[in-house]
């Protein structure tokens, strides 16, 4: 659809795939919101979501041996923007700059807070690869089981990169489809008429385990 999170007027690419109707809340505080990129958000709204799913019991799971692999291409962008703003926007200065920015960007932070939340104890970390992060994060995830280093582990990614600079970035690049007329009919990965690709974001969240 129609890119709803910021004025695109000036910009050439007007349409992305947006999350619609998420509500943090559901998943997370009120005041832990506030100090969480939306990419972090989306990493724990469906991390409580697969935990849901697999019927796992925590209570009764060796948490020394739960861990988390999980990625993010490209992190806190938009909190990134917001705070590169609000820098410039008083006489450049530093003190207006959030306690929480750099927290809310780094890309390892969602990692950290699923871990926090779950309280787990296991191999954790980050994959960044662009397009192949959330699958990259899967196969870590594997390897570390395989090789005896964890029992179950959390894998996958999260992304909320429609932002003024992330779209204006891939526009400058020419990475991302114009197709502003015909939007619905521009994500076409094999196509010959491809022209970029559709920004889009969400996360996915799986949990894997030791087969015994």
């Known amino acids: 659809d129609l890119i709803t999170r910021f004025d695109t007027t000036r910009f050439t690419t007007k349409f992305a795939a947006e999350v619609k109707n998420f509500d943090p809340l559901l998943y997370i505080?009120?005041?832990s919101v506030n100090r969480l990129d939306l990419f972090t958000q989306f990493a724990l709204a469906s991390s409580e979501l697969a935990i849901q799913d697999s019927g796992i019991d925590l209570s009764k799971t060796q948490l020394e041996r739960f861990g988390i692999i999980y990625g993010s291409g490209i992190g806190g962008i938009q909190s990134l923007h917001?705070?590169?703003?609000?820098?410039?926007?008083?006489?450049?200065?530093?003190?207006?700059?959030?306690?929480?920015?750099?927290?809310?960007?780094?890309?390892?932070i969602a990692a950290g807070y699923i871990s926090i939340k779950y309280k787990l104890k296991g191999p954790n970390y980050s994959t960044t690869s662009a397009c192949a992060t959330s699958s990259h994060s899967i196969a870590d995830a594997f390897m570390l089981i395989q090789r005896g280093s964890a029992d179950v582990m959390f894998c996958g990614g999260s992304e909320a990169a429609i932002a003024e600079l992330s779209i204006g970035?891939?526009?400058?690049?020419?990475a991302i489809s114009q197709w502003n007329d015909r939007f619905k009919e521009a994500s076409r990965p094999f196509?010959?008429?491809?022209?970029?690709?559709?920004?889009?974001?969400?996360?996915?969240?799986l949990i894997i385990e030791e087969l015994e």
């Open 29 to 31: 505080d009120k005041k």
């Open 169 to 174: 970035g891939f526009n400058s690049m020419r």
């Open 191 to 205: 196509d010959k008429d491809r022209n970029g690709f559709v920004m889009g974001e969400g996360a996915g969240t």
């Open 82 to 108: 917001n705070q590169f703003r609000q820098y410039y926007k008083i006489d450049e200065d530093p003190h207006k700059i959030s306690p929480f920015f750099i927290t809310m960007m780094i890309a390892d």
